[in-house]
């Protein structure tokens, strides 16, 4: 399912997660958050071929592209541009610099991908004055530009300007930019950054997503910036990221427009940990909230102490948000290289769950998320810039009672059973960064890893955890079964997450070591995007256990997420 993770199901001890919201994207893409380089912070306004080049080359010398940094996304400034805006083609689309891109962006694209890379790019909505001008053709149509350009109204853009609205009532607006993602997917684009992006612009946002799923080509969609949370359903559903806030950037370096060292500082970083509590509801699979560049690699010169780097690396980690490094990858520091490369880190931002804030005092913050394997992943943080503070969090406000075995994820130690509480003190700008394992922790078994007969793996709802889940045939006699580990012999509640968008009961047969226990109705959930718990007792051994769900009725069994055993 392509959608947001929806509240986890959690016992009556643990914290209340708010209700899942509406889906994300379809489209199949960022079932985790995108993570990559893109040119903006480091190139800025002066991207070309050779560079481009070289940080693909670093990005797979350095070893980050075996970690999963493997978006080359190229940003604003390719374009050429005259006195009246953009050049545009014979199309009327923009035309690239060839002065900064003599071989083309199909060959850029052709050198990323021969790296086992994917290659981005940068759009903004509406079409160029110098299209509307010349009126040119709209390609594949008997359309011309002036047929589908609202002259009275200009869209924003940072660049060229010019960008007049298009009249989306005309088909051919929509078949021009049909045209341009033709032209993209034609290229090898594998993501675009559309931005400009705001409330007045939810047609054009529209736009592009149709555009990009008629090419056939998965391109991840990505919306930019600042944009308004009252539109956050809408961002949700049609794209794969939206930025939540302005630059990261802070444009205080020595060179033209800001540009230079240093590329951000702390107060721009810290100024997200607000909008990740506003924001975190909306994120999940297939939709992320984007926090901007990650500004690691080049060390202090960025603008921020290691501590700080840190605790921007595990706030972006937390909340989910796409991993963008905007840094000079050429000249990446070994320190930064040891952060950006850290397994543990990673898979706290790849597990597909945005962090809640539960502590916010002063300088004092605490987040936590609850991972699907019951695991809790929890952050403490000094947000100051003086003196050192002590934070502190209690089990019950990360989600959960009892004692937990605590790892340190950012040196890998382990601190031993806690019994209530965890507290630590920081240095300004520092975090903490911790994973909580309760004592007799439910083991959650994702439906999509488990062996399936008569059925598929999908994502095309929302709410799911993990990376999907299992649509059987309708056909009785169709099932998914898991393989459950125990450490003993003994009774074990097992949570079954469904759901059922029809009426009708949808029953299955469970079976344990293919001895029948019983069959159970799966009601109706009033749609495919809503989940339900069905929960009962079995009998386990020790080690190796086969729960076997079957559909015993012609319509088959309810699509299934998850087991949970205690």
Known sequence: ???????????????????????????????????????????????????????????VSSGLADKGYVYVNLDDFYQKCDSNGFVVDGYGRWAVD???????????????????????????????KNA???????????????????????????????????????????AFINSWANQMASWGVDYLKIDGVDASTVADVEAWDKALRQTGRPINFALSNNLPIAQATTWKRLANSWRTQGDVECYCGS??????????????VVSRFNSAASWQQYAGPGGWNDYDSLQIGNGDQVGLTADQRRSHMTHWAMAASPLLLGTDLTALTSVDLAMLKNDRLIAVNQDGVAAQRVVNSGVNQVWRKREANGDYIIALYNTGTSGNSTVSVTWAQAGFTGPAA????????????????????????????????????????????????QGAAESNHSGFSGTGFVNADNVAGSYVEFTV???????????????????????????????????????????????????LTVSLNAGANTVRLTGTTA????????????
């Open 1 to 59: 399912m392509r959608a947001v993770f929806a509240a986890l199901a959690l016992t009556a001890t643990c914290l209340t997660l708010p209700a899942a919201p509406a889906a994300a994207s379809d489209n199949g893409l960022s079932i985790r958050p995108a993570m990559g380089w893109s040119s903006w912070s480091f190139v800025r306004r002066w991207p070309d071929e050779t560079k481009m080049k070289a940080q693909a080359d670093a990005l």
């Open 98 to 128: 060839t002065a900064k891109f003599p071989s083309g962006i199909k060959a850029l694209a052709d050198y990323v991908h021969a790296k086992g890379l994917k290659f981005g790019f940068y759009v903004t909505p509406g079409i160029a």
């Open 132 to 174: 509307v001008t010349a009126n040119k053709p709209i390609e594949g149509t008997s359309y011309h530009a002036q047929d589908i350009a609202d002259t009275s109204q200009t869209h924003k853009n940072y660049n060229c300007k010019n960008m007049y609205r298009l009249k989306y009532s005309h088909p051919g607006a929509q």
């Open 255 to 268: 060179g033209p427009n800001g540009s230079g060292y240093p590329l951000t500082d702390w107060s721009h």
């Open 406 to 453: 605590v790892t340190n994820l950012w040196s890998g130690a382990s601190e031993g059973t806690v019994a209530s509480s965890y507290s630590a003190t920081l240095r300004p700008g520092e975090t903490r960064l911790i994973r909580a394992r309760p004592a007799g922790a439910a083991t959650r078994y994702e439906a999509e890893n488990a062996t399936i007969s």
């Open 485 to 535: 580990n125990a450490a003993e012999a003994g009774s074990r509640a097992v949570t079954i997450r469904y759901a059922n968008g029809t009426s009708v009961n949808r029953p299955m047969a469970i079976a344990v070591n293919g001895t029948a226990v019983q069959t159970r109705d799966f009601p109706g959930t009033g749609d495919w995007d809503t989940w339900a718990d069905a929960t």
């Open 555 to 566: 319509n088959g069994g309810p699509n299934v997420d998850y087991l949970d055993v205690s």
